[in-house]
């Protein structure tokens, strides 16, 4: 693509800073960790800083003759060869101004980084005709995104402002009744994590038909209502059902009407006036959902980030891992969907960080659960799906015992003692303890209680 345009920089901002390191080489270890070889636009400029970097980072003195030797070793040529590097330092800049100097560079830098950026979004819009309209806008996005990401540099902090942040959150804790995160709305489950904590990816695995995405829409509502005066916000990503079937379900629970009944519209006029104020109480919260059924990873980043923008994101669940799809034009390559899944949970945990919000991901489990005597899951159940054991802060399966065979009695039918009986296993928690939490679970209206036995059933 034809540039007919000057790219921005700052010459004399370029010659300061390099003179300034000539004429007092320690002021490198106030540079070196700033500012990048391409923050440099004139050509001659970058082999000079690469030098210096070079030589500092093996030790060796930084002036004119030991930097002209370094570029003749390398074959970096430079105009004005030794005679300009003794003229970046004849032009006597100000050390008191290497501040001004920097940032002028980083600006200019950016720019042309944004400027780039846009030509090659320009460039295969016009030149990638097998692109649809979506991916070529999470393209966009994505480019434009991982420029903003750069200027986030990491910086040490001081041990007395850590402490204060870490006494500002006690204090808070000791407000919130011992809770960290988010409520899930269950005092047996907030026990053990200590709610559900920004940057944290948290996994619920299950066989299927366990309950997997009952028992989530059930925490989903409950931390709408229970968290932030009842204005938390939800995003749900449901690639498995419609947004019409996950609100009749937590109609179901809410009302406490069945969900057979909702379905067919079998309602007595007391279960009319129930459902009623169950819409109500519902449609005061914050839950959003998505129901595309072809969304992908960069499509859930791209949404949930508009989210966040507008202050309407606490926390994110998606209904369920293995249906995320990597995008269709991806430059990256798997040999395996194992490793694509790996990828997508990665990219899950990096987006909890970014947004500072907690991130819950169903996932499902392998067919070799169902090949041992003892079917609770456990976590090497996980390893056939990639990293996603590994990139989790928190996992947890649910089990049923009440589903399978061996638990019916003589006449075929499930045993009312544990029907609905539920283990909840909390089998990692990297900041905390594992345990099994029990809960009942009314398969009639999809609804999930606590319930504390003392005896195993």
Known sequence: MNQNFKLPYYLEAEQSILGIIFLDPKQIINIVNRLEVSDFFNIDHQYIYLAMKELYYQRKEIDYYSVYIFLEEKKKYIEGGRDYLIKLGSLFPSIYHLDNYIEFLLEASLKREIINAASTIVHDGINNNDIDSQSFLNFAEEKIFQISQKKKSSHFIRINSLLQEIKEKTINIRREHNIIGLSSGYENLDEITLGFKPEELIILAARPSMGKSSFMMNIAVNIAQKNKNSKASVAIFSLEMSNEQLGTRMLSFISEIPHKNIQLGILSEKQINLLNASIYQLETLNIYFDDTTTVNILDIISQCRKLKNQNKLDIVIIDYLQLIKKPSKSNSHFFNRQEEVSDISKSLKQMARELKVPVIALSQLSREVEKREDK??????????????????????????????????????????????????????????????????????????????????
Do not use: H, W
Not at 401 to 428: H, M, P, S
């Open 376 to 457: 609770r899951p456990i976590l090497s159940d996980l390893r056939d799906s990639g990293s996603i054991e590994q990139d989790a802060d928190i996992v947890m399966f649910l089990y049923r015992k009440g589903y399978y065979n061996k638990y019916k009695n003589e006449t075929n039918e499930i045993d009312n003692n544990i029907k609905g009986y539920t283990e909840l296993i909390i089998a990692k928690n990297r900041q905390g303890a594992t345990s099994t939490k029990t809960f009942n679970f009314d398969s009639n209206c999809l609804l999930f209680y606590e319930i504390e036995l003392n005896k195993e059933i």
